[in-house]
């Protein structure tokens, strides 16, 4: 019955060139504890979708569910009409963490290029895309720095330069702002919203910021634990660029909160 469900969503995808990524009945255990519960949703070509829920409720799990790095322990991931057990361009999916994982023996440069070492492309056209990906991020004057002479945006905005190299369709993103201080933040916000709009790329995140939330995404997941389940799928229909101290933005924000 499922694997007739999935072969039907694969067909749509194809059909319809909506949804990037299904996730149907999945479900996960970690030895006696049950993390997901049937959990299945779709992410739309081009959207930011935000996972959103307390700690516990299997947020960062999914993520890694949906990324390839954990197997359910039932039901299926189908990524761009394609299985994920069987899904074979990876390098379409990029993953940013919460720790921006810079190595501080490699300059700013070297770490953005780390992901390109064990391609095909020549040094030149490596050292192309570098360049690309820190001038989107507006980095470009400090390609020769060292991570300890950045600060914590300028070392996510690294970071985030680091998953654009590879030029992916589909980008992850786990709380990767949460160590920010907010005015830093809120540039990070605006960020990832000027290059996702510029790029199309599709992005799924991890956040417990309702605000957060409420500011990047055009729909929410919000998560309930114990087991982690689906409690309710919210548009977000307010139109970008939303400020937080805006009436509408702040009263989304406040409806939200009373769902968490």
Same mark, same amino acid.
């Given at each position: 019955?499922?694997?007739?469900?999935?072969? @039907?969503?694969?067909?749509? %995808?194809?059909? !319809?060139?909506?949804?990037?990524?299904?996730?149907?009945?999945?479900?996960?255990?970690?030895?006696?504890?049950?993390? *997901?519960?049937?959990?299945? *949703? =779709?992410?739309? #070509?081009?959207?930011?979708? !935000?996972?959103? /829920? =307390? +700690?516990?409720?299997?947020?960062?799990?999914?993520?890694?569910?949906? +990324? /390839?790095?954990?197997?359910?322990?039932?039901?299926?991931?189908?990524?761009? /009409?394609?299985? =994920? !057990?069987?899904?074979?361009? %990876?390098?379409?999916?990029?993953?940013?963490? $919460? #720790?921006?994982?810079?190595?501080?023996?490699?300059?700013?440069? $070297?770490?953005?290029?780390?992901? *390109?070492?064990?391609?095909?492309?020549?040094? !030149?056209?490596?050292?192309?895309?570098?360049?690309?990906?820190?001038?989107?991020?507006?980095?470009?004057?400090?390609?020769?720095? %060292?991570?300890?002479?950045? +600060?914590?945006?300028?070392?996510?905005?690294?970071?985030?330069?680091? +998953?654009? &190299? &590879?030029?992916?369709?589909?980008?992850? @993103?786990?709380?990767?702002?949460?160590?920010?201080?907010?005015?830093?933040?809120?540039?990070?916000?605006?960020?990832?919203?000027?290059? $996702? $709009?510029?790029? /199309? &790329?599709?992005?799924? @995140?991890?956040?417990?910021?309702?605000?957060?939330?409420?500011v990047l995404a055009d729909r929410v997941v919000l998560l309930k634990p114990n087991p982690g389940r689906i409690h309710k799928i919210i548009e977000m229909s307010l139109p970008h660029p939303r400020v937080p101290t805006e009436r509408a933005v702040a009263e989304q924000s406040r409806l939200l909160r *009373?769902?968490?």
């Amino acid at each position: 019955m499922k694997q007739t469900a999935m072969t @039907m969503a694969a067909r749509d %995808w194809q059909d !319809a060139a909506v949804e990037i990524i299904r996730a149907e009945g999945v479900s996960k255990h970690f030895g006696k504890l049950q993390v *997901l519960d049937d959990i299945s *949703l =779709a992410v739309r #070509e081009g959207e930011i979708l !935000a996972l959103l /829920g =307390a +700690s516990g409720c299997g947020k960062s799990t999914l993520l890694n569910i949906l +990324s /390839g790095l954990l197997t359910p322990d039932a039901g299926e991931v189908v990524i761009q /009409g394609q299985s =994920a !057990a069987r899904f074979e361009h %990876w390098e379409k999916v990029a993953y940013m963490f $919460q #720790e921006d994982r810079l190595l501080p023996w490699r300059s700013v440069r $070297q770490n953005v290029g780390f992901g *390109l070492e064990n391609t095909r492309l020549s040094r !030149a056209e490596r050292a192309e895309k570098v360049d690309a990906a820190l001038r989107l991020v507006g980095l470009h004057d400090f390609r020769n720095s %060292w991570p300890h002479q950045l +600060s914590g945006g300028m070392r996510s905005r690294v970071a985030l330069a680091r +998953s654009l &190299v &590879v030029e992916p369709e589909i980008l992850l @993103m786990d709380e990767p702002f949460s160590k920010l201080d907010p005015q830093t933040r809120g540039v990070m916000h605006n960020e990832l919203l000027r290059i $996702q $709009q510029l790029k /199309g &790329v599709t992005v799924v @995140m991890v956040t417990h910021d309702v605000e957060e939330a409420v500011v990047l995404a055009d729909r929410v997941v919000l998560l309930k634990p114990n087991p982690g389940r689906i409690h309710k799928i919210i548009e977000m229909s307010l139109p970008h660029p939303r400020v937080p101290t805006e009436r509408a933005v702040a009263e989304q924000s406040r409806l939200l909160r *009373l769902e968490v």
